[in-house]
């Protein structure tokens, strides 16, 4: 009877101890606390109203720069609200009536991907002063992020958009002609003959514009720089009208027209003017010349410019421009050092330079 019953005991010792092992934690997960409800995201309008009263109060209160940087964290966040805040976004462009505040929902709004805003920021490059230059902006930035615009921009706003590259002063057409460069589901030939007849006045423009901010290199320069990437974006329609201008500037004994259409030819990859581009990388007596004859030939000699480009790594030229910044003042060296990244990440895959193997990639090539 005994060991009957210690061994009863032990058996009911042991359901009450898988009996405990249930309670307990059942007993555990009912009194622990539960767990926060997450906090939806403020939707457009809430983000876009904040935006507003915080530019009101920017206009008014001393402290500006908290403001405006409270501002800057609000577009962020608007841009990031995707295409289905798009029509709320465009409809408080149109009604908004502050400038700057429309200029945030601008930018904010040029962060979206899609066709729908491509075409309302076209609307407002060519028909908003008020808004006109930073819907341009954002049009040449979502030409770089995203590619070439597919659908046929409306004859009025081409028109709105080639008067610009007409009549603009030149600091003012570097993003109307690369916004036209870029339209192509339209016919390119009169924006290439557009974008050419104005880059030929300027060739022979006088060299009088004064320094630009930031720049590395002469006003001139710089400024004849916007035409060469402007042609860079629609190089099929643009080659035939440049090989043309070409040959007519050599017939007429213009060397200087005839080195600068040669560099556009270069920026449109155009292979039978590598030579004479490599003759002005090497001996042009105007160092930013040189400096930006150094592009056009690599896109121009391909693989073929790092036996001419590499012995430049070690130019010792110096820009008189912004020379405040020590590593940007040896122009050569550096435009050379980033067109050969260039033409090796083409030849090699994206991936397959960086710094750290730059010179090994170099021999690589140039063994071939």
């Known amino acids: 009877m005994h060991k009957r019953a210690g061994k009863a005991g032990a058996v009911l010792l042991g359901m009450l101890c898988a009996a405990g092992c249930l309670v307990v934690p059942l007993r555990a997960r009912a009194e622990a606390p539960s767990p926060p409800l997450a906090t939806p995201p403020p939707s457009a309008e809430a983000i876009m109203d904040a935006i507003h009263a915080l530019m009101g109060e920017s206009a008014q209160s001393g402290d500006r720069e908290a403001s405006w940087n409270r501002v800057l964290a609000l577009r962020e966040q608007l841009g990031r609200c995707g295409a289905g805040s798009v029509p709320a976004i465009t409809a408080r462009i149109d009604g908004e009536k502050d400038a700057r505040t429309r200029q945030v929902l601008v930018a904010a709004l040029g962060m979206i991907p899609g066709e729908e805003v491509d075409r309302f920021l076209f609307r407002l490059c060519c028909n908003d002063p008020s808004v006109g230059l930073t819907a341009g902006d954002q049009l040449v930035m979502r030409a770089e992020r995203f590619g070439p615009f597919a659908f046929r921009v409306p004859d009025d706003q081409m028109e709105a958009l080639l008067a610009m590259v007409r009549d603009r002063p030149v600091m003012g057409v570097g993003d109307p002609m690369r916004i036209l460069a ?3 589901g339209n016919d390119l030939e009169p924006v290439a003959r557009a974008v050419l007849k104005r880059f030929l006045l300027e060739v022979k423009a006088p060299d009088d514009q004064p320094p630009v901010g930031g ?8 400024l004849l720089n916007k035409f060469l990437l402007a042609f860079r974006h629609m190089p099929e329609r643009a080659l035939p009208v440049l090989r043309e201008a070409h040959t007519a500037a050599e017939r ?7 080195k600068w259409v040669a560099m556009a030819r270069g920026f ?3 292979r039978a003017v590598a030579d004479a581009l490599r003759e002005v990388v090497l001996h042009d007596p105007d160092r930013y010349v040189r400096c930006q004859a150094i592009p056009a030939y690599g896109w121009a000699a391909g693989v073929d410019a ?8 070690e130019d010792t030229t110096e820009t008189e421009y912004h020379a405040d910044f ?3 003042r040896f122009i050569i060296r550096n435009a050379a050092r980033d067109t050969l990244m260039r033409v090796l990440r083409e030849e090699l895959g994206e991936g397959a330079v960086g710094n750290e193997n730059f010179e090994e990639m170099l021999d690589t090539v ?3």
């Open 326 to 328: 020590p590593p940007a």
């Open 366 to 368: 140039g063994r071939r």
């Open 252 to 258: 007429a004994g213009d060397l200087e027209e005839a």
């Open 215 to 222: 720049s590395y290199t002469s006003p001139r320069v710089y």
């Open 306 to 313: 790092v036996a001419v480009l590499r012995p430049l790594l």
């Open 182 to 184: 870029c339209c192509h």
């Open 268 to 270: 449109c990859g155009d």
